[in-house]
């Protein structure tokens, strides 16, 4: 089915692991987004990409790294887990549309232990 | 630094009433506003977005948007139970990059 997919949906790591969160989505948009969601912060944006090799940075994106080799894939990875990176973590995508809408995939809860 | 506030919550509504639920941002130059739903453990899912002052009607759903205060709102007719989940509140600033920044969500339960 055509949407936006995020794996692993549950992920438990220890302090200091590196972690990847993967991304896919079969629309074919130009962005993609990564965003945490913490209890009474709301949803705050990561890192976000235009388009393949294009990326930059979001609110907060100290201890993440992201890459973007294809359009529709949008890995997050996490070089050295802290407790404080446990968190719900959605991936977005949107077209150009005037819109602009975003579309979010199902969410990966991380947990740091 | 961008700020997008909601009405702190919870809400409580009977079935059948309508739920109104605002939001205020900072960002003068904001362009586009979303209202996004979210259940508990899952995804926001788009409600609606409007980008021109007045109202914009779906349904059950109208979204206002004042950009000279700038506040936007939603209101809910007819609200089920259904309609009880976490109502986020998006706004797209200035810019090309298309980011979002949201509210921290008010929640929203309706009673039968």
């Known amino acids: 089915d055509a949407g936006i997919t995020q794996s692993p949906r549950y992920k438990i790591t220890e302090t200091g692991r590196q972690v990847t969160l993967m991304c896919h989505q079969t629309w074919s948009h130009s962005y993609m987004f990564w965003y945490r969601q913490d209890l009474g912060h709301g949803l705050r944006l990561i890192y976000y990409s235009a388009a393949a090799d294009i990326t930059d940075k979001g609110e907060v994106p100290d201890g993440y790294v992201v890459s973007r080799s294809k359009t529709e894939n949008f890995p997050l990875t996490l070089e050295s887990a802290t407790r404080s990176q446990t968190s719900v973590y959605f991936c977005a995508s949107s077209t150009l549309d005037p819109s602009d809408t975003q579309y979010f995939g199902p969410g990966t809860r991380l947990t740091v232990l | 630094q961008k700020e997008v506030e909601q009405n702190s919550g919870p809400l409580s509504v009977p079935e059948g009433a309508i739920a109104s639920l605002n939001c205020t941002y900072s960002?003068?130059?904001?362009?586009?506003f979303f209202w996004y739903r979210q259940y508990s453990g899952k995804s926001p899912e788009l409600i609606m977005f409007?980008?021109?002052?007045g109202d914009k009607e779906d349904g059950r759903f109208t979204a206002q948007l004042n950009k000279a205060s700038q506040y936007v709102s939603l209101l809910i007719r007819d609200s089920q139970p259904s309609d009880s989940a976490t109502y986020l509140c998006?706004?797209?600033?200035?810019?090309?990059?298309?980011?979002?920044?949201f509210g921290s969500g008010t929640q929203l339960t309706v009673l039968p």
């Open positions: 409007i980008y021109s002052n």
């Open positions: 960002d003068r130059g904001s362009q586009s």
């Open positions: 998006a706004v797209m600033g200035s810019g090309s990059a298309r980011q979002l920044t």
